[in-house]
Every structure is written in C-alpha cells, then in structure tokens.
C-alpha cells in the first residue's frame, strides 16, 4: 500500500487543521490505518486509528476530544480533523496501514506515508 499524507502546516494555537492521507496500490487486506506522530528528539507516538471493518475508532489520551479521524472509503482517504491545536502538537504527522487488530505501536502497521508538518505557534 502506498500512503500519501497532506494538510499539514502552519497554525497558532487554538486553530485546527485536517489532514488526509489517501491510499492506493494493494489496499485488500488492510485492517487498520493510524496516524502517529513524531516530534524532534522524541520517539515516534500514536495518535489515532480507525479500523477499516467496522469504522471503530482509537484516540491518545492527549488528543481525545480535540481530533477526529474518519475515512472516506470512495476515495480511499483517511481523515484526521485537528481541533483546539496545542504548541505541543508540533510533529512530522505520518499515516500508517496495517493488517492486523493493534494500532498503537509503529510495529503493528507495515506501510508508511511520507509524513506532513504541523507546526502550532503559542
């Protein structure tokens, strides 16, 4: 699966973004998509999944209540609407699939998107 991610930029804080990451190539067998996010000096973290089945979705305690993800199966698109955004927001945000039921560690997803920026100003 070939994953690009786009809508990230430049905001100040208490802005929102949506980013989108749309899928192509071999998509069958796909179970779940997330988007993780990494900042400089920091480890790679979850921030939401939605599984391809059933829609359910799976937050991080930080952004519960401020983000929401959702997919758009027409255009193999993945959704991530960032509201009330914090200067601690401020990542390289990937989307990932995978093709199991875990979602919250990089090693459950096998493909990776090339990631887009989000920088929130205080």
């Known amino acids: 699966v070939q994953l690009q991610a786009s809508g990230g930029g430049l905001v100040q804080a208490g802005d929102s973004l949506r980013l989108s990451c749309v899928a192509s190539?071999?998509?069958?067998?796909?179970?779940?998509m997330g988007w993780f996010r990494q900042a400089p000096g920091k480890e790679r973290e979850f921030v939401s999944a939605?599984?391809?089945?059933?829609?359910?979705?799976y937050y991080a305690d930080s952004v519960k209540g401020r983000f929401t993800i959702s997919r758009d199966n027409a255009k193999n698109t993945v959704y991530l609407q960032m509201d009330s955004l914090k200067p601690e927001d401020t990542a390289l945000y990937y989307c990932a699939a995978g093709g199991s039921s875990r979602y919250s560690f990089p090693w459950d997803y096998r493909d990776w998107g090339q990631g887009t920026q989000v920088t929130v100003s205080s």
């Open positions: 190539g071999r998509t069958f067998g796909t179970y779940m």
């Open positions: 939605i599984r391809w089945t059933d829609y359910s979705t």
